[in-house]
């Protein structure tokens, strides 16, 4: 499905392309949470990836209000991977955190002067609570956490064709390219660390004596 999808966007100017991008864009997510469903993932996983879905197709109708509305479906779902990363701390190397802090403080500063009026305050605390998230998903691991970095990447290319700076060519297929490969690897990692949390053996009661 994603493959359709992507070709899609390549194939803009075909007749059909259109209808084929907005049947298959907000069916990518479920799709996914199935999968997840199937593979034994965590219900916060499912929520996170059906979030996305109605970030999804909200932003396929277009208009200042909706785009708020799908930015918001995203930021819940980005809620649920933090809680989910939470339950699995995982020390952060402090340089680390530092670059993601200064990528998320550079990129605001770049871009709010092209930002309309509206919306410099929700993209400024969407970012920061995207940027949470993609620093938070280490603790699922070395795929997570590249998982996260392509959704900042995805989101970085949406938050400059608003702000109107110069875009690559086929803009909307590296965005969906990033989106698709961002969502895939955290659901991955998000179930391979529940599955390992859930198979590890549960501690033994104090004073219990040690297995032999």
Same mark, same amino acid.
């Given at each position: 499905?994603?493959? &359709? +999808? ?5 194939g803009g100017s075909i007749d059909g392309a259109d209808t084929v991008q907005h049947i298959t864009k907000p069916a990518l997510m479920p799709a996914l949470a199935l999968y997840t469903l199937a593979c034994g993932g965590?219900?916060? @996983?499912? $929520? $996170? @990836? %059906? ?9 396929? #109708?277009g208009g200042d209000l909706v785009f708020l509305l799908g930015m918001g479906c995203f930021a819940a779902g980005h809620i649920c991977y933090i809680t989910f990363f939470l339950r699995n701390r995982r020390r952060i190397?402090? /340089?680390?955190?530092?670059?993601? *802090?200064?990528?998320? %403080?550079?990129? &605001?500063? *770049? ?5 309309? *009026? ?9 970012? /920061? /609570? ?13 795929? !997570? @956490? !590249? ?10 290319? #949406? !938050? ?24 895939? *690897? @955290?659901? +991955?990692?998000?179930?391979?660390? +529940?599955? !390992? ?16």
């Amino acid at each position: 499905m994603a493959a &359709v +999808h992507l070709a899609s966007l390549l194939g803009g100017s075909i007749d059909g392309a259109d209808t084929v991008q907005h049947i298959t864009k907000p069916a990518l997510m479920p799709a996914l949470a199935l999968y997840t469903l199937a593979c034994g993932g965590p219900r916060l @996983l499912v $929520a $996170a @990836l %059906l979030f996305g879905c109605g970030g999804d197709t909200l932003l396929e #109708i277009g208009g200042d209000l909706v785009f708020l509305l799908g930015m918001g479906c995203f930021a819940a779902g980005h809620i649920c991977y933090i809680t989910f990363f939470l339950r699995n701390r995982r020390r952060i190397p402090p /340089l680390l955190a530092a670059g993601y *802090a200064a990528a998320w %403080l550079g990129l &605001v500063i *770049a871009l709010w002067s092209g930002l309309p *009026a509206g919306m410099r305050g929700p993209v400024a605390v969407y970012s /920061l /609570l995207l940027t949470a998230m993609a620093l938070g998903a280490l603790s699922a691991g070395p795929v !997570a @956490l !590249a998982g996260g970095a392509l959704f900042l990447l995805s989101d970085s290319l #949406i !938050a400059t064709d608003i702000a109107d700076w110069p875009q690559a060519p086929q803009g909307p297929f590296w965005v969906m390219l990033t989106y698709i490969a961002a969502q895939y *690897a @955290l659901a +991955h990692g998000v179930v391979r660390t +529940h599955l !390992a949390g859930a198979a590890a053996p549960a501690p033994a009661p104090e004073g219990a004596p040690a297995a032999g």
